[in-house]
C-alpha cells in the first residue's frame, strides 16, 4: 500500500487522538466515585436490612413492654379491690378475712414478680431503641456520603465528556487528510492491537510493541519509497517514518 508521506504523518495525529480518547474513556469508566459508590451501595443496603431487623426487635418488645404494663396494672387493681373490700368491712368472716390477706400478700408478691419482669423488658427495649437509632445514623450518613460521592462522580464525568467531545471534534478534520484505504487498515490494526494501530518509528525502534529493529531491517525501510506504507515485522502495526526515525 502507499500513500502521500505527509498523509502517513497525519495518521500519527489520528493515532494521538484516538489514545487520548481512550485514556479519557478509561478514566470515565474507572472513576475512583464509582467503586466507591459500588461499596457504599451494598454495605447500604446489609444496613437497610439490619435496620428491618431491628425495627422488628423493637416493635416486638413495645408490645412485650405494654403487656408487662398491662398485667401490673391488671394485678394492682385486683389488689386496690380486694383492699377496699375489707376496708369498707365489706368482710366480717374472720375465716374469709384470713383467705383475702393471704391473697393479698399473693398479690404483692405478683405484683414484684411482674414489676420486675417490668423493667426487664424496658432495659431490653432502651437497648434496641439505642441500637435502632444508631443504625439509622448509620444510613444517613451513607446517604449524605453517597450525595457526596454521586456529586463529584457527575462532575468529573462531565468534564470528561467535555474533553472527549474535544478530542472528537478535533479528529473528525484530522481524518478527512488520511486516505480511506490507509485509514481502514489503521482502524482494522487499531480494534486488533489494543488501540493502536500505527506508531513512529523512532531511534530505530517500533512505537507500537517497542523493540528495536535489526540494521538489515533498518537499511530495507531506509531504502524504501517514501509513499510506501510500512508494518513492523513484529507486531504488524503502521510504521510511520520521521525525521527521528534514525534511518
Do not use: W
Not at 484505504?181 to 531511534?203: C, F, Q, T
Not at 538489515?216 to 506504507?229: R, Y
Amino acid at each position: 500500500m502507499k500513500a502521500d508521506p505527509f498523509a502517513q504523518l497525519k495518521l500519527l495525529d489520528v493515532q494521538a487522538l484516538d489514545s487520548r480518547a481512550d485514556q479519557l474513556r478509561h478514566q470515565r469508566a474507572k472513576l475512583p466515585e464509582i467503586a466507591e459508590i459500588a461499596t457504599l451501595t451494598a454495605s447500604r443496603a446489609d444496613l437497610v436490612d439490619k435496620v428491618r431487623d431491628q425495627q422488628i426487635v423493637v416493635d416486638d418488645l413495645t408490645k412485650a413492654q405494654k403487656k408487662a404494663d398491662a398485667d401490673v396494672e391488671q394485678v394492682k387493681a385486683r389488689r386496690t379491690r380486694d383492699r377496699d373490700r375489707m376496708d369498707q368491712g365489706l368482710i366480717s368472716n374472720p375465716k374469709d378475712l384470713e383467705r383475702m390477706q393471704h391473697e393479698l400478700d399473693s398479690l404483692d408478691r405478683r405484683i414484684t414478680t411482674l414489676e420486675d419482669e417490668e423493667l426487664e423488658v424496658m432495659e431490653l427495649l432502651e437497648e434496641a431503641q439505642r441500637i435502632l437509632d444508631e443504625l439509622r445514623q448509620q444510613v444517613a450518613a451513607a446517604d449524605e456520603r453517597l450525595e457526596s460521592l454521586v456529586a463529584a462522580r457527575d462532575q468529573r464525568t462531565a468534564e470528561i465528556d467535555a474533553e472527549l467531545s474535544g478530542v472528537t471534534s478535533e479528529r473528525g478534520p484530522t481524518v478527512e487528510e488520511v486516505p480511506a484505504e490507509l485509514l481502514a487498515l489503521y482502524d482494522r490494526l487499531r480494534e486488533s492491537k489494543g488501540g493502536v494501530g500505527a506508531a513512529e518509528l523512532r531511534a530505530r525502534q517500533c512505537g507500537g510493541c517497542r523493540l528495536t529493529l535489526d540494521n538489515s531491517e533498518i537499511s530495507q525501510i531506509g531504502s524504501a519509497p517514501s509513499d510506501l506504507v510500512i508494518r513492523c515485522e513484529e507486531c504488524q502495526r503502521i510504521l510511520v517514518r520521521t525525521s527521528e526515525s534514525g534511518l
